[in-house]
């Protein structure tokens, strides 16, 4: 599945006079595994919301898979893309399997759900934390997890509907080495074995030379490159950050 931008600049709000994306331009091809890097506050979340129609257009376009987002296909999209939230977007209080399980909630009416979520999920939910490793945990409440158990649960949630896109904001933030690498593996894996169009945001040059094969650098809400993932700290020592004062 593809994702296509053009032209496009979002606001958070119709009163902010500011766009915090300013005329993005990218396509990004079926089966590509693409790195979004930037400065904090450069508008990589942004970016990656804005796919799922989370963020309002001021102007442009967003298409996913030639279809444009309007308020009308969005149910639609969204059932192809899956959203792994910088942070988790977990329920803490719930059992690690549940939250997986709130996943697919888009995609079942209200007397699917009823009595509970049908057992045709809860298998499947169960299935994704087991490959994880999570197996005995899926049980646990969602806030006694460490955070890289917390986060594989948060991909598991993503992958419930079987999306064909996968948008991944920091899922390696907050994690140790190993675990960092893990979760980046299991992303790099669906990119190479089911083709599924993977789009992560990283602080890790080393993890994003290594891994995605291209790289779309933002600053202040615009595209400042957007190629192979080389000399990538070269791109960075462009960027201008805040200045900030102790
Ligand atoms: N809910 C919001 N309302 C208004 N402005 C926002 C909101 N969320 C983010 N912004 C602003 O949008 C800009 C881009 O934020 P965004 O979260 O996309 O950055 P980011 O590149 O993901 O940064 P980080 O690396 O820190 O996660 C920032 O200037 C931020 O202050
Ligand atoms: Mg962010």
């Not at 766009?19 to 079926?30: E, S, T, Y």
């Not at 329920?91 to 888009?106: E, F, R, T, Y």
């Not at 789009?199 to 291209?214: C, I, K």
Request: charged letters at 20%.
């Amino acid at each position: 599945m593809t994702i296509e931008c053009n032209q496009l600049e979002t606001a958070y709000s119709p009163s902010l006079n500011r766009p915090i994306l300013n005329g993005i331009d990218c396509k990004i091809k079926q089966g590509e595994f693409v790195a979004l890097l930037g400065l904090n506050g450069a508008g990589k979340s942004t970016l990656l919301r804005s796919f799922v129609g989370l963020i309002p257009v001021k102007t442009g376009e967003i298409r996913i898979n030639d279809t444009l987002i309007t308020p009308r296909t969005l149910r639609r999209i969204r059932r192809d893309v899956g959203l792994i939230f910088q942070g988790g977007g977990l329920v803490k209080q719930l059992p690690a399997i549940d939250n997986v399980l709130c996943g697919c909630l888009g995609g079942l009416n209200t007397w699917e759900t009823l009595w509970g979520f049908p057992k045709k999920q809860r298998d499947r939910a169960f299935e994704l934390l087991a490959n994880f490793g999570l197996k005995d945990l899926a049980y646990q409440k969602t806030g006694q997890l460490s955070g890289g158990q917390q986060q594989k649960v948060a991909i598991a949630r993503a992958l419930i509907q079987s999306p064909q896109i996968l948008l991944a904001d920091e899922p390696t933030a907050g994690l140790d080495v190993i675990a960092a690498q893990q979760v980046i593996e299991i992303l790099a894996q669906l990119h190479r074995e089911q083709g599924m169009t993977v789009v992560v945001v990283l602080h890790d040059l080393g993890m994003a030379s290594t891994y995605p094969e291209r790289a779309i650098v933002l600053d202040a809400g615009q595209i400042v490159y957007d190629g192979k993932c080389h000399n990538l700290s070269d791109k960075f020592s462009k960027l201008t950050p805040p200045k900030v004062e102790v």
